[in-house]
């Protein structure tokens, strides 16, 4: 049992070690969305120095009841998240950086398999079947100490290996346009022209007007949601107030938007990755970017408003009354 538990803990910690690696070449060679904390990149230098410092103890053999506690911890939690991500509909569980590997695979063949193993291969847990002092405990959790010159040397190691790990990753963030990629930031183009609009197949068209650009991935549900109540408004808005409304696909293509659809279709290349929050929203006028929203769809009244705004209130100064006729059309 006790040769089983050694054997467990090394093998999760070079698992830890090689996940580490893989999402620290994926932030050191390709742009993060910064959408949510899963692509938020301070938040992945974390866990990234979390899982190399943790693998670093399970692979020195130092304090083993207690890292036997950690690391039992550790994979709960990462079975917690996993599950979440699985039921949330997340296409990679990111474990394994840019290996999109799908949550559930992950939650049955790697987490909840190695919370198993650590119950049944454990160490001796005597201080957890009697009542006993904090310090019986710890002295318990920390037997047997190691000698000074070995741990103070694998301290040593472990603490240059972070620092190193943790500058390289936080000062050496990829570019944000290259010729391979690029990172779509809408709330930026704000008072510009659209950046992008030679890209866009129907760019020459969206140049003159107002238009509601819409740009979508065909595995957003989010995007479903959003296409959906813009074909609902456009069919329903047939004073021309509204604006133009134009779906912008964004590489790889998928069937989301059928093509009688009452909006204008579009796409991005697929000469190049586009890294975009989708639902993105972009209100142009006469292609220049009045106003943005990532990763959520205003509604018909947001954007009257903020036309309204835009026209100094003189041509959309009816705006309640035009949102009302359109919901009494709604219903």
Same mark, same amino acid.
């Given at each position: 049992?006790?040769?089983?538990?050694?054997?467990?803990?090394?093998?999760?910690?070079?698992?830890?070690?090689?996940?580490?690696?893989?999402?620290?070449?994926?932030?050191?060679?390709?742009?993060?969305?910064?959408?949510?904390?899963?692509?938020?990149?301070?938040?992945?230098?974390?866990?990234?120095?979390?899982?190399?410092?943790?693998?670093?103890?399970?692979?020195?053999?130092?304090?083993?009841?207690?890292?036997?506690?950690?690391?039992?911890?550790?994979?709960?939690m990462f079975s917690i998240v996993t599950l979440y991500k699985?039921?949330?509909?997340?296409?990679?569980?990111?474990?394994?950086?840019?290996?999109?590997?799908?949550?559930?695979?992950?939650?049955?063949?790697?987490?909840?398999?190695?919370?198993?193993?650590?119950?049944?291969?454990?160490?001796?847990?005597?201080?957890?079947?009697?009542?006993?002092?904090?310090? %019986?405990?710890?002295?318990?959790?920390?037997?047997?100490?190691?000698?000074?010159?070995?741990?103070?040397?694998?301290?040593?190691?472990?603490? %240059?290996?972070?620092?190193?790990?943790?500058?390289?990753?936080?000062?050496?963030?990829?570019?944000?346009?290259?010729?391979? &990629?690029?990172?779509?930031?809408?709330?930026?183009?704000?008072?510009?022209?659209?950046?992008?609009?030679?890209?866009?197949? %129907?760019?020459?068209?969206?140049?003159?007007?107002?238009?509601? %650009?819409?740009?979508?991935? &065909?595995?957003?549900?989010?995007?479903?949601?959003?296409?959906?109540?813009?074909?609902?408004?456009?069919?329903?808005?047939?004073?021309?107030?509204?604006?133009?409304?134009?779906?912008?696909?964004?590489?790889?293509?998928?069937?989301?938007?059928?093509?009688?659809?009452?909006?204008?279709?579009?796409?991005?290349?697929?000469?190049?990755?586009?890294?975009?929050?989708?639902?993105?929203?972009?209100?142009?006028?006469?292609?220049?970017?009045?106003?943005?929203?990532?990763?959520?769809?205003?509604?018909?009244?947001?954007?009257?408003?903020?036309?309204?705004?835009?026209?100094?209130?003189?041509?959309?100064?009816?705006?309640?009354?035009?949102?009302?006729?359109?919901?009494?059309?709604?219903?």
């Amino acid at each position: 049992m006790k040769k089983a538990n050694n054997i467990l803990l090394k093998v999760l910690g070079i698992l830890l070690l090689t996940g580490a690696a893989m999402k620290g070449w994926q932030l050191l060679t390709e742009p993060m969305a910064n959408n949510d904390i899963w692509s938020y990149r301070p938040f992945l230098i974390f866990v990234i120095e979390f899982e190399i410092a943790l693998g670093i103890w399970l692979l020195s053999g130092l304090f083993k009841k207690a890292a036997w506690l950690a690391i039992l911890a550790c994979f709960s939690m990462f079975s917690i998240v996993t599950l979440y991500k699985g039921l949330t509909g997340a296409a990679s569980c990111g474990c394994f950086g840019s290996v999109h590997v799908n949550p559930w695979i992950t939650l049955f063949a790697v987490d909840i398999p190695a919370v198993i193993a650590l119950v049944i291969f454990r160490p001796t847990l005597s201080f957890l079947r009697k009542q006993e002092s904090i310090a %019986v405990f710890v002295r318990n959790v920390l037997a047997p100490l190691p000698s000074i010159p070995r741990f103070t040397a694998i301290f040593s190691v472990g603490i %240059v290996i972070l620092a190193v790990t943790g500058c390289v990753l936080a000062f050496n963030e990829p570019a944000k346009v290259t010729s391979g &990629y690029e990172v779509l930031e809408p709330e930026t183009w704000i008072g510009k022209e659209l950046p992008i609009i030679e890209y866009i197949d %129907v760019g020459k068209q969206i140049k003159k007007g107002i238009w509601l %650009v819409l740009f979508y991935h &065909y595995d957003c549900p989010d995007c479903v949601t959003a296409i959906k109540t813009y074909q609902d408004i456009t069919k329903l808005a047939g004073n021309g107030v509204f604006p133009k409304i134009v779906f912008i696909e964004v590489p790889p293509y998928g069937q989301l938007v059928s093509q009688t659809s009452p909006c204008t279709l579009g796409q991005l290349p697929e000469t190049k990755d586009w890294f975009v929050t989708t639902p993105a929203v972009v209100l142009l006028t006469n292609g220049m970017v009045k106003s943005a929203w990532e990763a959520k769809v205003p509604d018909f009244d947001t954007i009257i408003e903020t036309i309204a705004i835009l026209k100094d209130q003189k041509l959309f100064i009816s705006t309640k009354h035009y949102s009302k006729t359109l919901e009494r059309r709604w219903c």
